[in-house]
């Protein structure tokens, strides 16, 4: 079983840019895929970004490719989310995840999720 915390969310100016990280702690992140996903008010949660074991293959929602990049630091057991350009379209609680599988779009094949962290960017 892996913990996930997140961090580095906060309030922002759009435009702007905000650095999220996920530590995993219990089992090496290495053992899985990493996604981080997101939920605004009144909406369900959508896919962001993934990226595999390797680190070689990511997957990005099209809402965000260009402007968001997701990364991975085995040896610190993190995973990160560079987030440029900020809209205030992109505010939301933003959740880390880790998957046993294969990369996925889709939140249901994630094994554990973190508490999530607010990011708020106004217009």
């Known amino acids: 079983q892996v913990q996930l915390l997140e961090s580095g969310g906060g309030l922002v100016q759009a435009g702007g840019s905000l650095r999220l990280s996920c530590a995993a702690s219990?089992?090496?992140?290495?053992?899985?895929?990493l996604g981080w996903f997101r939920q605004a008010p009144g909406k369900e949660r959508e896919f962001v970004a993934a990226?595999?074991?390797?680190?070689?293959?990511?997957y990005y929602a099209d809402s965000v490719k260009g402007r968001f990049t997701i990364s991975r630091d085995d040896a610190k057991n993190t995973v990160y989310l560079q987030m440029n350009s900020l809209k205030p379209e992109d505010t939301a609680v933003y959740y880390c995840?880790?998957?046993?599988?294969?990369?996925?779009?889709?939140?249901?094949?994630?094994?554990?999720w973190g508490q999530g962290t607010q990011v708020t960017v106004s217009s």
């Open positions: 995840a880790a998957d046993r599988g294969s990369m996925s779009y889709d939140a249901a094949p994630y094994d554990y």
């Open positions: 990226i595999s074991r390797s680190g070689d293959d990511t």
């Open positions: 219990g089992r090496t992140s290495s053992r899985y895929v």
